[in-house]
């Protein structure tokens, strides 16, 4: 996806000596002085507006500020000597940068009470207009309770169900996989094969205009999206995401959000004369010599693909059993009045035969 630039905003940091909450690009505490430390990390504000002052925006473009080895005190990047002591920057470490700190915050929150006099002061202020207190003095949140620990119980009828679903798994997979030899003799055999026959149908189908030959009769067209891309194009639809707020490492948050273009192409409905099954032949049998069907063709006709199935049944002890084979090597072997052992299944299935000895 492409980020696009929405703006910038102020970011906040939290004095670790007296917890109030400063501005972004100030390097000392307004309310005791102390100097922004090195490791402190910057926040978004309750409210961010995005910040017109062109200085701001340029330092925030060149790149995260550097804190000064000797004295710890924050440069610009690009700095070759600090600005508090003149020590040399040259191996001075940058602040990380291009973290997400959270969704761009434009609409205005709602106002806060001073914790000291209950004056309600805009969200994005620091210190009481009333009192001049601390309006985000850290508190230590309560630990959440724990609920106690159930137990939970299975009844009986619980208990009792899964048995009988555990048992009735077990008694139909005996069904189908357990199997008993049966001798039985062939008495009689069929074939059945046959084949598709295809011919030139007239068929409607759909494409975008510039995937659609020349010199095919087109109809019905429509806008229709064509392609998502990153890289804006003509006649495009732009969609972004939800702008989010992206640290730069100087105390200033960059607004950006991710877009994507929909490319729109003209759709259009054609006809085109295609292969399809129009009518099958068939052809079936009682011995052991399948062939298969050769019906007569037209000129707009072909023939297609091809299927067969071949039954053999047999005779044990007066029950009759069905076994179906798809090769005609197996079928072949099926001479009438020929002896075999069946694996026959719980259900009466034929599931597999072989010669007897």
């Known amino acids: 996806m492409a980020k696009e630039t929405v703006g910038y905003v102020n970011l906040e ?35 961010e507006t995005l910040i017109a002052d062109e200085q701001l925006i340029e330092r925030a473009k060149s790149g995260p500020d550097v804190h000064c080895p000797f004295c710890g005190t924050r440069n610009p990047a690009g700095t070759k000597t600090c600005a508090n002591c003149m020590g040399d920057l040259t191996d001075a470490t940058a602040r990380e940068k291009g973290k997400v700190v959270g969704k761009h915050r434009k609409e205005a929150a709602p106002d806060i009470a001073c914790p000291y006099c209950a004056t309600m002061n805009p969200a994005n202020a620091h210190t009481c207009s009333n009192c001049n207190g601390n309006l985000h003095e850290p508190t230590q949140p309560k630990p959440a309770a724990q609920p106690a620990p159930q137990k939970r119980k299975l009844g009986v009828i619980g208990i009792i169900g899964t048995v009988a ?30 084949v598709a026959i295809e011919g030139l149908v007239p068929v409607e189908r759909g494409a975008f205009l510039d995937e659609i030959p020349s010199d095919i009769a087109v109809y019905g067209c429509r806008e229709e999206l064509h392609h998502v891309q990153d890289d804006p194009a003509p006649n495009a639809e732009k969609i972004c995401g939800t702008p989010y707020t992206v640290d730069t490492g100087t105390g200033i948050g960059e607004v950006v959000q991710d877009c994507q273009y929909r490319v729109y192409a003209e759709y259009c409905s054609f006809t085109v004369d295609e292969w399809q099954q129009v009518d099958m032949a068939t052809e079936r049998g009682t011995n052991l010599t399948p062939i298969w069907p050769q019906p007569q063709l037209t000129a707009d006709q072909r023939l297609g693909g091809e299927q067969e199935q071949f ?40 599931v597999a035969v072989e010669p007897a000895r």
């Open 311 to 350: 039954e053999v049944v047999f005779e044990s002890d007066g029950r009759r059993y069905v076994y179906t084979t798809n090769s005609p090597s197996q079928f072949a072997q099926f001479e009438m009045g020929s002896e075999w052992i069946l694996q026959v299944n719980q259900l009466g299935g034929v």
């Open 13 to 47: 940091w939290t004095c670790p000596f007296c917890g109030t909450k400063n501005p972004g690009p100030n390097k000392k505490c307004s309310n005791c002085g102390s100097p922004q430390p090195e490791d402190v990390k910057f926040e978004q504000a309750a409210q």
């Open 165 to 194: 679903v555990i048992a009735a798994c077990i008694f139909i997979f005996s069904l189908f996989f357990r199997t008993d030899d049966v001798s039985g003799r062939v008495s009689s055999v069929e074939w059945t094969r046959s």
